[in-house]
């Protein structure tokens, strides 16, 4: 014990008298700061992204947790640091409904969105044995009688809850949301028997899915996906709901152009490298590709939509 | 037939050794460090298996698993703080043990309970995964819920000899669940503005205040009154306590299994379910009460939290969704490797399979001689004088308590309740009651909201529709009246 401590002052020692360079960005390492606990979907995106950035900017690229107030505690470790691009954050299409529920202290505006560089659909699951076989037949079950019908998904006031209320609007019923801690878990009392349809991510259900003990309605992507091309679309049934989970990465306003143009470029060589496709492949990811202005407008316009979502459930003030 | 070979050769290459050996060493030591646990040790671990097969890979991983859940054992024993949360039971037996002289004897109980859970657990994964598999998932909110109740009602038989001080305890930790978001509506409560509790009171942070902290304000208060004579020994045990400890072991690898294998309940259930299990059927022929330092004690949570690696693989295995926070980490690392954990694991990668089968077999094997070998150097920490002791807990507690969340604020609050578990300890409020209370209470309250959600029009006669929830719930019932009625009935006079 008293060893690792005599190092750990010997580091840190080292870090406070490194001198500040001059030199073009990076100087230093960088760190990706995670707002998910180590192993979740998030974090696997910024481990997976880091060993590829780290070769195009030449300096190690360290992943650092910081879970806890929705996001809230990773973005005010990164405000308080100087925006010279050595400190990244993850950013998720999350971020918007927290800024909306006004939940932190931050808006949207106070990041640089950068890249958008993976996303997860929603989709509606049923078990195979349900009568229920398109979207179409679930709205009208909706429709006649959700009294008895159990419906239900990852969190309350979230991404899925976000895209059956769009599909309620578009379908005209309405219904009780059950919301689960875990996506896992909604698949699991779905395939229990305790739900009778469960908004979920496809990614989440993989298994079943492939096998056919749980089918898909709908999906949110906006054409077919690859990895389920038997799955119909939302939007081919006549009901327009193109909605990504998108994951990708921001950094502190007033971050330096140049510096954003080499982050950015070291994003774009390590989407573009086998590792990061093969993993995403495995990992049943849609690849995405936003520009910055256009990542910073879709976040900015996600807290609108989601304002008036949140409003109309009754979890915000008019 | 193949399969089984190949992944035979495997397990015994020398990286297969070799990662089953690290992984060992490794999880006994993360799960030793209070903070440090399972999940958080896999996580650290998974980049390391990037380079290797995903055979290798697999076999480290649950090899840390494994080892994590016994090494939480150690230090609940010898320091009295839990280095997981489903090792927090052990402390109540394991701990007074070892103060009583013998932490040979507390160490040899965990160390070979936790083996033949294990064992257990493994054998179970392999061999009635399916039927186990179904059975979890008869657990739906409804069922959740009663599950919790049922948890709850064993507060009442962890009290010890005061009823209402254990009630008031349980009732402590109930209200401090109900701090951060909602789970159902995502409204603030009690947050205070502080954003560092949107996600509740983190437990780990509060057990390390409790039993570390707490602890340390102890010695501190011993020091200055006595300071330390008590003569330790390492010696292990007898054939008899031997004998004696074999069935609690046998009945706490099932509790561990079957609550393992339940999406969601886990090791932190299951080791006070397997504890209480064994409370009530405790004769009074012991030679050590529950609570002062019972073999037995010690055996059933130990035996339970490692049969919970087993049974939490299941889910993982037969439905490709994850049993505990570790596995989903687990999920994580086979999907970076390409593969998809499920069902169709047993057809495409047969020797992924096998090998983690065997890997975890093997694994229990090396965990008991690394546990033997290393227990003599551990039982030297019980002679280290209180005082440079207490100092080392203490830092060991704030860098816990900091690098969980990396936050200056839990050092705070690891404080906060470090005065709480002192001030209790000091007038005689138990801490079972409390911990239970913060484990289940937010199970029972998210599954409550959601079942009444779920059963719309019906309200709460939603309960009563399933077979397992009102057998659950009738089972809390007994239990709670049983404890109360001996709780509450005159003492006799009983010598010690």
């Known amino acids: 014990m008293r060893f690792s401590t005599f190092l750990c002052s010997l580091l840190a020692g080292a870090f406070l008298f490194a001198a500040p360079a001059v030199a073009a960005y990076p100087t230093k390492d960088v760190r990706l700061v995670c707002w998910s606990a180590a192993g979740s979907s998030l974090d696997v995106m910024a481990r997976t992204l880091a060993v590829e950035m780290e070769k195009s900017l030449k300096k190690p690229v360290v992943v650092e947790n910081r879970v806890g107030g929705s996001g809230a505690v990773a973005m005010a470790y990164a405000m308080a640091q100087p925006a010279d691009g050595h400190v990244l954050l993850t950013t998720t299409s999350s971020l918007s409904f927290t800024v909306a529920k006004g939940n932190v202290p931050f808006k949207v505006e106070d990041f640089v969105m950068l890249r958008a560089v993976e996303g997860e659909p929603s989709s509606v699951a049923v078990l195979k044995d349900s009568p229920i076989k398109t979207l179409d037949d679930f709205v009208e079950v909706m429709r006649k009688d959700s009294s008895k019908m159990r419906v239900g998904g990852y969190a309350s006031a979230g991404f899925h809850q976000f895209v059956y209320y769009k599909l309620q609007q578009l379908g005209k019923f309405t219904g009780p949301w059950v919301p689960f801690d875990g996506g896992n878990q909604a698949v699991a009392a779905l395939l229990g028997g305790h739900l009778d349809a469960a908004v979920i991510t496809p990614s989440s259900a993989s298994a079943q899915i492939e096998s056919g003990e749980i089918r898909l309605l709908g999906i949110s992507t906006d054409t077919r996906s690859d990895y389920f091309p038997n799955v119909p679309t939302m939007k081919e049934q006549g009901y327009d709901i193109v909605e990504y989970l998108w994951r990708g990465i921001m950094v502190k306003k007033g971050t330096p152009a140049d510096v954003i143009d080499t982050i950015n470029a070291a994003i774009d060589t390590a989407v573009q490298s086998e590792s990061w496709k093969n993993t995403a492949k495995a990992r049943r990811q849609e690849s995405l590709s936003y520009s910055t202005e256009e990542l910073s407008a879709k976040a900015a316009s996600e807290v609108q939509e989601r304002k008036t979502f949140l409003q109309s459930i009754g979890l915000l003030k008019k | ?496």
Not at chain 2, 124 to 143: C, D, H, M, N, Y
Not at chain 2, 217 to 231: D, I, N, R, W
């Open chain 2, 1 to 496: 037939m193949d399969a089984v070979l190949a992944s035979l050769q495997i397990v015994f290459s020398l990286g297969g050794l070799a990662s089953i050996l690290f992984g060992v060493a490794a999880g006994i030591f993360v799960g030793a460090m209070p903070g440090l646990g399972p999940s958080m040790g896999v996580a650290l671990l998974v980049p390391l298996t990037f380079s290797m097969t995903p055979e290798v890979g697999v076999i480290l991983l649950v090899s840390l698993y494994l080892a994590a859940e016994y090494g939480g054992s150690i230090s609940a024993i010898l320091i009295g703080t839990p280095g997981t949360a489903a090792a927090t039971a052990t402390v109540v037996d394991g701990y007074p043990l070892c103060r009583a002289g013998y932490p040979g004897k507390a160490l040899t109980a965990s160390l070979t309970a936790s083996t033949i859970g294990g064992i257990i657990g493994a054998l179970a994964l392999i061999i009635a995964a399916q039927p186990i598999a179904r059975f979890a998932l008869s657990f739906g909110p409804v069922e959740y819920c009663s599950l919790g109740i049922l948890g709850l009602a064993i507060i009442s038989s962890l009290s010890g000899d005061n009823l209402i001080k254990g009630l008031g305890a349980a009732s402590l930790g109930l209200v401090l669940t109900l701090v951060g978001v909602d789970p159902v509506t995502g409204v603030t409560r009690f947050t205070f503005g502080f954003y560092e509790l949107f996600e509740g009171i983190p437990f780990l942070t509060a057990l390390i205040g409790l039993f570390a902290v707490a602890e340390v304000f102890s010695m501190v208060e011993q020091e200055l009154l006595a300071g330390q004579k008590a003569h330790f020994s390492s010696e292990g045990l007898t054939r008899k306590e031997l004998l004696h400890i074999l069935p609690t072991s046998l009945r706490g690898s099932i509790i561990g299994t079957v609550v393992g294998a339940v999406p969601g309940a886990g090791g932190s259930i299951a080791c006070w379910l397997a504890y209480d299990q064994e409370k009530r059927l405790s004769s009074k022929k012991t030679e050590r009460p529950f609570g002062e330092g019972a073999l037995r004690g010690v055996a059933a949570p130990e035996s339970s939290n490692n049969a919970t690696v087993g049974g939490a693989l299941i889910p993982l295995l037969t439905l490709g969704m994850p049993g505990s926070p570790t596995t989903a980490v687990l999920v994580g690392a086979l999907m970076i490797h390409g593969l998809q954990p499920g069902p169709k694991l047993f057809v495409e990668n047969q020797t992924v399979v096998y090998s983690l089968f065997i890997g975890l077999i093997f694994a229990n094997v090396v965990m008991y001689l690394m546990g033997r070998l290393g227990m003599r150097l551990w039982v030297k920490i019980v002679a280290i004088p209180q005082a440079v002791l207490a100092a080392t807990i203490l830092a060991l507690s704030m860098i816990a308590a900091y690098s969980l969340r990396t936050l200056t604020f839990d050092i705070w609050l690891t404080l906060g309740f470090g005065v709480i578990g002192f001030i209790m300890k000091k007038s005689h409020f138990p801490l079972a009651p409390m911990i239970l209370a913060m484990i289940l209470g937010p199970m029972v309250e998210s599954n409550y909201n959601r079942a009444l959600l779920m059963a719309q029009a019906d309200g709460h006669l939603i309960f009563l529709e399933s077979p397992l929830s009102v057998l659950l719930l009738s089972v809390a019932v007994l239990a709670f009246a049983y404890s109360t009625y001996k709780g509450l009935r005159p003492k006799k006079s009983v010598g010690q």
